[in-house]
């Protein structure tokens, strides 16, 4: 069997860690449909069922709009703490345990939300599960990037995205038939059933073999684990290792040659140790990545597509006020569909490509949907905001997080996860704390466009310095000097072996 392979072990291991981005967009979208029964009493649900009087819980939780906004918010501001934390315990204790004990603050959260009868108290629930939603979206990329063959990481890296769209639609359908004063609890608790789920499967599941390859004498382990993944010949298994050592060393050699005296010896002398966070954002070795991740992740936030996911029934709700529930979950399915699409021509198109025609396309629909609001068009307003998602769903979903282990070397991937991750929640909170405030001082449409002009400008960037990396290990597109062209690195290889 080729090292290429996919086996039926590394579908379950990439269907375990996956349970961690699937909890991550379910907490995501679980707020949503059921905010007017959670703060006013009113049931949203087409059923009708009275509330419960021997509940020892109040039938619902009354909060302002913008104190309601705080709380959905506050999953972000959970991510961001989770995200800072996460590269200390990724390379400490490793992707699969540091995934397995993430758990433990999802299903606290989960828990506390469910049986929640104050405003804080469910604040402070959505802020433990945000600290685990955030050290997953630090784990679950570098996780499966580092245990999938090469030429399948972009198909892999798609269904990260694909996981947390799966999530957000699965609560949104739940909330459909959950979101009544007797029920709307059990939408939450269904977090805490995930991260049970989760904990159960992740033990049967191997340590990543790179990041068990990158330890000091970490080969021979890092062997075992691709032998169960590859289920390949144990030549062929040492071969694929073998190309990771000559890279690493082809890097090294570089980094000598590149990085400033000063900071020369520190490089060469911790190699096989892991970059932390501080070093990351200061060292001028990774001033390109870092602009590239930031680069990434502003324009996944500030394309307003969170504004979408967690207001997605308020917004629809202005425009077609008896059936804006059944629209959002049309907005995820049709979410899951562009996602599977962008899986598949991952590997085929590149990531700069899908990058720039999705977000392009972002900022029209943004325009046209700003417009449509504006002027009372109701069905283009539709057309709009689902043409919206799925070219979020074609690039701009996926991409950022799936680039990021393509930009830097293994020892290096936690800190830059962590450092993209927490640029995507400070954007995500302020986008989705900020967005119903915003909407009363300038207008639902305006802010639209101020969501297509951000999205213009980072595309703008993106022409000048995102790279391709699409069949190119991450010590390639180092050694490429970031090229925006594809073929440069398969170039300058062929003009070496001349």
């Known amino acids: 069997m080729s090292s290429e392979e996919l086996t039926s072990y590394l579908f379950f291991v990439v269907f375990s860690i996956l349970m961690g981005a699937f909890q991550y967009g379910y907490h995501n979208g679980e707020l949503n449909t059921p905010q007017t029964v959670i703060t006013k009493c009113i049931g949203a649900s087409s059923l009708s069922i009275e509330p419960d009087e021997t509940s020892l819980l109040p039938a619902c939780v009354p909060m302002s709009d913008a104190r309601y906004a705080i709380v959905v918010a506050s999953l972000t501001a959970g991510g961001l703490l989770g995200a800072l934390a996460a590269p ?184 096989n140790s892991h970059v932390t966070v501080w070093h990351f954002v200061t060292s001028r070795h990774y001033i390109r990545p870092l602009a590239i991740i930031l680069l990434l992740q502003l324009a996944q936030q500030l394309s307003g597509i969170n504004a979408v996911i967690f207001y997605s029934t308020s917004i629809m709700s202005s425009v077609f006020p008896d059936s804006s529930g059944l629209i959002t979950v049309f907005i995820s399915i049709v979410n899951l569909i562009m996602t599977v699409v962008s899986a598949v021509l991952m590997d085929r198109v590149g990531r700069r490509t899908l990058f720039l025609v999705s977000s392009s396309w972002m900022a029209l629909m943004a325009l046209l949907l700003g417009w449509s609001m504006n002027h009372n068009h109701s069905i283009l307003a539709a057309v709009a905001i689902v043409g919206f998602v799925a070219a979020f769903a074609i690039g701009l979903g996926p991409i950022p997080f799936l680039m990021i282990p393509e930009l830097v070397e293994t020892r290096a991937v936690s800190s830059a996860c962590s450092v993209g991750l927490a640029a995507n929640m400070v954007s995500n909170f302020l986008v989705s704390a900020g967005f119903l405030s915003l909407r009363d001082v300038m207008g639902q449409g305006q802010v639209f466009y101020l969501f297509a002009v951000c999205l213009v400008a980072l595309v703008a960037c993106a022409v000048f310095i995102l790279p391709e990396t699409k069949g190119q290990s991450a010590e390639e597109v180092i050694r490429s000097g970031y090229s925006i062209y594809p073929s440069h690195i398969r170039i300058t290889a062929n003009e070496e072996e001349e």
């Open 88 to 271: 200390y315990f990724n390379d400490r204790y490793g992707r699969r345990l540091t995934l397995f004990y993430t758990n433990l603050p999802l299903a606290l959260g989960s828990l506390l939300t469910t049986c929640a009868s104050t405003p804080s108290a469910m604040t402070v629930g959505r802020v433990l599960s945000g600290i685990g939603s955030g050290i997953v979206t630090v784990v679950v990329p570098a996780y499966l990037s580092e245990c999938v063959p090469q030429a399948s990481r972009g198909l892999f890296g798609a269904m990260n995205q694909l996981a947390i769209v799966v999530g957000i639609m699965t609560a949104q359908i739940v909330s459909l038939f959950w979101s009544n004063i007797k029920q709307w609890r059990w939408i939450m608790a269904v977090g805490f059933v995930l991260a049970i789920v989760h904990s159960i499967l992740l033990p049967f599941c191997v340590e990543s073999p790179r990041y068990l390859a990158s330890l000091p004498g970490g080969f021979n382990r890092a062997k075992m684990s691709l032998l169960r993944l590859r289920q390949s010949s144990i030549d062929q298994v040492e071969e694929e290792i073998q190309t990771w050592r000559r890279n690493w060393a082809n890097q090294q050699q570089e980094s000598a040659v590149t990085v400033p005296e000063e900071e020369e010896g520190r490089l060469l002398i911790t190699n």
